[in-house]
């Protein structure tokens, strides 16, 4: 199957083309062809399986004809968060760079002067999430009777922030007769309900869970005890394959301290987290997309369903207490075809979510365990060195240890032998035998 079977326009499969995709994917090649042809879908597919694309590739085509009046959008795409609206919003310029649609993002956190302006001057795609989208209308600045097409995208996610009763609302806002589009990871009963009531005769499609059939990320459990945490995930993040990693955690205030603490010890972060200010999240994820730094430390709201492409490694620096969550903050990494390795820090009391994760995914976890190491090699000639030096106190004073793993991660990675210490090399490596992850492999 390729792009060219879809029934999209030329100047879409230039765009296509441009964007460097190849082939759609299975939710593209799915969802596009009945959404050209007008018709109400219900996608079960999750971020990182390209659904973006499977309905704004279409909706730029339906929209390409017709006119656009002031204050009365086109159509209308709800998004939970600020981020996904505005990733939401560079699909439509990066697919819709050979077309004329015009569009608006109506978030919180940016000034509702520019975005009043921009709603007079009329739209093709508003892009909103629902609070902001309410106070403009109940203020007069929108009308959606003109809205003919409906996204409602990461549903379930919605659902989990309250904003259920909201999207409610401004579906009743909207002409009945319409196209809607509703898309969740899972469908728990009140989206099941609340796609009855607001779809017509949908078509549903399903695609695998990214993040329970992903074949392509390696999933570690790694027990920990709380006070360990910090060090055992610099131990962690020294790892020379570590490129990229999103740290997540379950509050905001760990978010903070623990980027904090991450900065002292000389790692390159920033964080997200939902209590900052709009501009400021997204100049945090600018210095991360940019490379300038190469750890974010995020909290689930704030991360949820990024875009960031090659991040290596996602560390759960705690377990999530839902288990759909473990689902979409792994999904950060092993995104369209990239490979990524998941860690999940558990303490004592992390049983039950654990259990809660493994039994919504399906899979058991691999889990990294201490065991005595008899043979573990000493790094050399590197006492000088001060993150070696680090390392190596973790590995000489304490009763050396390596890890084996328990079971099988769900992709067996390459058996692969902990690199040899480099004597010359000086920068961020750790080469020790920390109770770590590198030694596991070799156990598989
Ligand atoms: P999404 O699920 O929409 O968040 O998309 C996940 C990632 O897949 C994004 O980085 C897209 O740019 C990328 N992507 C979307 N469609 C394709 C495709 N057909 N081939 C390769 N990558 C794609």
């Not at 219900?42 to 004809?65: C, N, R, W």
């Not at 009308?143 to 009743?172: H, K, W, Y």
């Not at 899979?363 to 005595?372: C, G, T």
């Amino acid at each position: 199957m390729n792009f060219a079977d879809l029934g999209l326009s030329e100047e879409l499969l230039r765009a296509v083309g441009d964007a460097g995709y190849d082939e759609p994917t299975p939710i593209q090649a799915n969802a596009i062809p009945p959404v050209l042809m007008m018709k109400d879908i219900i996608g079960i597919a999750q971020t990182g399986t390209g659904k973006t694309a499977s309905f704004v590739l279409p909706m730029i085509d339906i929209l390409a004809h017709g006119r656009s009046r002031a204050r009365m959008p086109r159509s209308l795409i709800l998004e939970p968060t600020r981020e996904l609206a505005a990733q939401v919003a560079e699909n439509f310029e990066k697919y819709g760079k050979y077309h004329k649609l015009s569009m608006a993002l109506l978030i919180g956190g940016v000034s509702m002067g520019d975005q009043i302006k921009a709603l007079e001057k009329g739209v093709d795609v508003l892009i909103a999430t629902p609070g902001r989208l309410m106070d403009l209308f109940e203020r007069g600045n929108i009308l959606l009777t003109g809205c003919s097409l409906l996204v409602i995208d990461e549903a379930d996610r919605m659902l989990d922030m309250g904003f259920i009763p909201d999207i409610e609302q401004i579906c009743t806002k909207l002409p009945r007769q319409r196209q809607t589009l509703l898309f969740s990871a899972t469908m728990p009963p009140p989206i099941k309900k609340l796609a009855d009531k607001f779809l017509d005769n949908p078509k549903t499609i399903e695609v695998a869970r990214a993040a329970t059939t992903n074949a392509n990320i390696e999933q570690w459990l790694v027990p920990v005890s709380s006070s360990d945490k910090r060090g055992t995930l610099r131990d962690l993040l020294r790892q020379p394959e570590v490129r990229t990693a999103i740290i997540f955690c379950n509050r905001k205030t760990t978010v903070r301290e623990l980027n904090k603490s991450l900065r002292r010890s000389g790692f390159r972060s920033c964080e997200i987290h939902g209590d900052m200010e709009q501009p400021q999240r997204l100049a945090e994820l600018e210095l991360f997309k940019a490379g300038e730094v190469n750890i974010l430390v995020a909290s689930d709201v704030a991360a949820r369903g990024l875009d960031i492409k090659g991040v290596s490694h996602v560390v759960n620096f705690d377990a999530p207490w839902h288990p759909d969550d473990y689902v979409h903050r792994i999904g950060r990494t092993g995104r369209a075809g990239a490979t990524g390795t998941a860690y999940t820090f558990v303490t004592a009391e992390d049983g039950e979510n654990i259990a809660n994760i493994e039994k919504l995914t399906g899979q058991k976890i691999a889990r990294l365990e201490a065991k005595p190491a008899d043979a573990a090699p000493e790094p050399e000639g590197d006492e000088e060195k001060p993150q070696r030096a680090r390392g190596r106190r973790r590995g000489g004073e304490q009763p050396k240890s390596t890890v084996r793993s328990a079971e099988k991660p769900r992709r067996s990675p390459a058996p692969r032998a902990t690199p040899a210490p480099a004597a010359d090399e000086d920068a961020g490596g750790w080469n020790g035998p920390i109770p770590g992850f590198l030694d596991a492999r070799i156990d598989l």
